[in-house]
C-alpha cells in the first residue's frame, strides 16, 4: 500500500504548535479546534489548516469525522489544557471542582466517534499519577488499540528547555513505538545557540526590527536584582536588602529558581506561560538586564522565527499562548514516530 495518505486533527490546538510539528513530519493536519478565538489568527495564519472556534463539550465530533478522505490513515492528536494536572495545581486545587478535568473525557468521546486509527496526547508529566488518566488508558485499550506512553524529556528530542512531558500514542493498524531520541547529552540545543544571536534590548524594550521581540518592563527594585544575579546563581547571591519578604522567611528559601538569570551553556527552564515575567521563574537573560522577550520564548518553545503571532494581542495574552504551546519540535518528532508506524504496517 504505496503512498498512504495520513491525515490529522488537532484538539485543543492553541496557536498550532502541534500542528505545525506534524505538517513538518509530512502529515497533513486537516483543522485544529479550540474555544479560544484568539489563536485562530496565528494557527491559521501559520498552518494550512482550517481554525474551527468550538467548545469540546458541546461539539459534534461528526462533523470532525466528515473531514478525512475515505481511505486515509486518519490520525486524532490532541493537547488537553494542563493546568489541572500541573505539580503545582495538583497539589494545591480541589480536582473535582476543575472542570477542565473533563476535557480528557470529551477526548475519549471524539475517539468514540470518529474512531481514528492513530492517537496522540502529550500533556504534563503529573497526569500519569492521576485516576482521570488511568481511566483514558482503560478506554483507549477497550477500543482494541495498541497503546504506548511515557515522560520523555525533551532536550533528548532537540527541544532546548529542561522540560519533561508525558507522549501518549495508540494505533488500530499495529504495535506503535515512541519517538527515537535524537539528541545525546552532550548535543543539547542549549540557550546560547538558540537566542544569543538576537539583538540587545533592554527592560520594557522592542527590538526595532522584530516586534516579537520585545520584554516587560521591570520595577527598580527587580532591575537591581536582576543586576545582582549571576547565571546559575540564586538570591542568595543577593544583599538582603533586596529580597522579598517570603525569602526572609524559613518557608520561602526553597524557592531557588526564582528570579533566577539562565545560563548561556545550558538549556532553559520549562517555558510557562508567565514567562516573560522576570519573577516567575529563572527567566532573567544570561547577561542583559531584563526577562525573556516574546520571541526568545518562542525559539525556546522552538517555533520558528517566522512564525506569525499577531500584532493585535498584549504581550502577556501572545506569552500565555507561547507557553501552553506543545513545542513545534515536539510535534516534529511525533510526526517522525507516526509515518514511521505507518510505513512499517503498510508500506513493506
Request: a positive charge; proline letters at 5%.
Amino acid at each position: 500500500m504505496k503512498n498512504t495518505k495520513i491525515e490529522a486533527v488537532d484538539l485543543f490546538c492553541g496557536i498550532g504548535g502541534l500542528t505545525y510539528g506534524l505538517r513538518k513530519a509530512g502529515i497533513d493536519v486537516l483543522a485544529g479546534l479550540d474555544n479560544d478565538v484568539t489563536c485562530s489568527y496565528s494557527y491559521e495564519k501559520n498552518n494550512d489548516a482550517k481554525f474551527i472556534l468550538a467548545d469540546v463539550a458541546d461539539f459534534d465530533f461528526e462533523k470532525i469525522k466528515r473531514l478525512y478522505s475515505k481511505n486515509s490513515i486518519k490520525v486524532l492528536v490532541g493537547c488537553a489544557p494542563c493546568q489541572p494536572f500541573s505539580s503545582h495545581t495538583f497539589k494545591t486545587r480541589n480536582k473535582r471542582k476543575d472542570e477542565r478535568w473533563n476535557l480528557i473525557k470529551y477526548f475519549i468521546k471524539a475517539i468514540e466517534t470518529i474512531k481514528p486509527d492513530i492517537i496522540s496526547m502529550e500533556n504534563v508529566r503529573g497526569i500519569t499519577k492521576t485516576d482521570v488518566f488511568k481511566t483514558f488508558v482503560e478506554e483507549i485499550e477497550k477500543m482494541d488499540y495498541d497503546i504506548k506512553y511515557d515522560v520523555v524529556y525533551c532536550p533528548d528530542y532537540g527541544i532546548p528547555q529542561n522540560r519533561s512531558r508525558l507522549v501518549f500514542l495508540a494505533s488500530k493498524i499495529g504495535k506503535i513505538e515512541m519517538p527515537e531520541i535524537t539528541h545525546t547529552r552532550n548535543k543539547y540545543v542549549t540557550v546560547a545557540k538558540t537566542i544569543k544571536k538576537l539583538p540587545k534590548i533592554g527592560s520594557g524594550q522592542i527590538c526595532p526590527k522584530d516586534d516579537v521581540h520585545r520584554s516587560k518592563n521591570l520595577s527598580a527594585l527587580n532591575l537591581e536584582r536582576i543586576r545582582n544575579s549571576k547565571p546559575k546563581g540564586t538570591w542568595k547571591d543577593w544583599d538582603k536588602k533586596l529580597l522579598p519578604p517570603c525569602y526572609k522567611r524559613e518557608s520561602g528559601k526553597t524557592y531557588t529558581s526564582v528570579y533566577g538569570r539562565m545560563s548561556w551553556d545550558n538549556v532553559s527552564p520549562t517555558i510557562t506561560t508567565q514567562f516573560y515575567n522576570y519573577g516567575s521563574g529563572r527567566f532573567g537573560h544570561p547577561e542583559q538586564d531584563r526577562g525573556l522577550s516574546i520571541r526568545e520564548g518562542a525559539l525556546l518553545q522552538t517555533f520558528p522565527k517566522s512564525y506569525d503571532f499577531g500584532q493585535y494581542i498584549s504581550l502577556s495574552r501572545i506569552g500565555t499562548q507561547i507557553g501552553n504551546a506543545v513545542p513545534p519540535r515536539l510535534g516534529f518528532v511525533i510526526g517522525k514516530a507516526i509515518n514511521k508506524h505507518v510505513e512499517n504496517c503498510y508500506e513493506k
